[in-house]
């Protein structure tokens, strides 16, 4: 009789040992599962941080170098670019923020001086960013999937193209 009672406890701790061991593999790969769409939804959230930065810096940008006629969007050595004109002790200087090589650079240089997109200064890694004229003095501002308006007391309006350099051959003034 002892016998077969060891023999029916053996099945009872091998059933025990299965149901734990499904147990925790299912566990387990609810864990990995949620993990991954943590990871998801955080580099989502994050990418979408980036984009409102970069809205963010540029809005303030804009709002704090803007004057009457100095705002514009344009080329820099045919990248699209958002321009500011500003005149310093008689001498004409601008700036220009655009997207180069997954970056969001500024550059700001005497008028009239060649440069090239590498010479800004990087100001945060970015997929894209673009800018357009929305009509009414408005400027549309995009990064990524977000796009913000502005609008500038300049109005806009006055294309300004800066050509190969910073504003050398081919630039429009």
Same mark, same amino acid.
Do not use: S
């Given at each position: 009789m002892k016998a077969k009672a060891t023999g029916k406890n053996k099945m009872d701790t091998v059933f025990v040992l299965i149901l734990f061991s499904v147990f925790a593999l299912s566990v387990l790969m609810v864990l990995m599962l949620g993990a991954k769409v943590y990871k998801n939804m955080t580099d989502i959230t994050r990418e979408g941080q980036d984009? &409102?930065? /970069? !809205? %963010?810096? /540029?809005?303030? &940008?804009?709002?704090? =170098?803007?004057?009457? =006629?100095?705002?514009?969007? =344009?080329?820099?050595? =045919? /990248?699209? %670019? !958002?321009?500011?004109?500003?005149?310093?002790?008689?001498? !004409?200087?601008r700036t220009v923020i655009y997207h180069y090589d997954g970056w969001v650079y500024e550059l700001f240089a005497e008028a009239g001086i060649d440069f090239w997109p590498i010479d800004g200064v990087r100001v945060m890694k970015s997929g894209s960013l673009s800018f357009e004229e929305a009509g009414y003095g408005l400027i549309k501002v995009s990064a990524g999937s977000i796009s913000l308006l502005l609008s500038p007391r300049s109005g806009s309006g006055n294309s300004g193209g800066v050509g190969p350099g910073f504003g050398g051959e081919g630039a429009e003034t």
């Open positions: 984009e &409102r930065t /970069i !809205l %963010a810096y /540029i809005w303030t &940008r804009v709002k704090n =170098g803007d004057k009457e =006629g100095n705002v514009n969007v =344009g080329e820099f050595c =045919g /990248i699209n %670019a !958002l321009c500011f004109d500003e005149e310093y002790d008689g001498t !004409l200087y």
